[in-house]
């Protein structure tokens, strides 16, 4: 009998461990199980004239740390796109490198926005920031969110007071050969 209570008493601390955890720091776990692979997307919903149509689409989870994950977007041969994504306090932060072929930053690099609750284990949102509105003003009301389960990643944008939603979900169910190296990256992964 005292065995069974032992048993129970631990399992039932394990449950309790595994519900502490927000919905952030789950997401961001969940997220770091994919470092390392790539998957091909395909646009959900966009404009039509958008660059990004008719092109292969790419994410590679490409560089984890404990509190950053670098996610180059390759959209056909353009290498310039990384999501960097920064984690700290219960938050995450969404941050989009741009570079130039020659690895130069772009004139618009760095914007995004950082989640204001701990969001869930599948979907984190982010409002525009202040330097995303000190950068490009008219960004001032963009809203980007991901979502994250066992078959889809998904990258979404929608500016409020506009009808344009841009959304890429990517198949997580199987990888892809890993792009090479993006603009303005030094390392050796491939």
């Known amino acids: 009998m005292r065995t069974t209570f032992l048993v129970f008493l631990f399992s039932f601390s394990l449950i309790g461990l595994a519900q502490e955890k927000s919905g952030a720091q789950q997401f961001w776990e969940n997220l770091q199980k994919h470092c390392g692979k790539s998957y091909e997307g395909e646009i959900k919903e966009g404009p039509a004239n958008d660059d990004f149509r008719d092109k292969k689409l790419v994410m590679q989870v490409r560089s984890c740390s404990e509190n950053e994950i670098r996610i180059p977007f ?106 090479s190296v993006p603009w303005g990256w030094v390392d050796s992964v491939n």
Do not use: C, M
Request: aromatic share 14%; no cysteine; proline share 3%.
């Open 74 to 179: 390759f959209v056909g041969e353009n290498k310039s796109r990384t999501w960097v994504l920064t984690y700290e306090k219960d938050r995450i932060l969404l941050k989009h490198d741009h570079r130039h072929e020659d690895g130069s930053e772009d004139k618009v690099t760095q914007y995004g926005g950082k989640t204001t609750n701990s969001g869930t284990a599948n979907f984190q949102f982010f409002p525009a920031d202040q330097e995303t509105y000190e950068l490009i003003p008219r960004a001032a009301s963009n809203i980007w969110w991901v979502t994250l389960d066992e078959k889809v990643f998904s990258y979404n944008l929608r500016r409020i007071g506009s009808e344009t939603v841009f959304s890429v979900w990517f198949d997580l169910t199987k990888t892809v050969e890993n792009p």
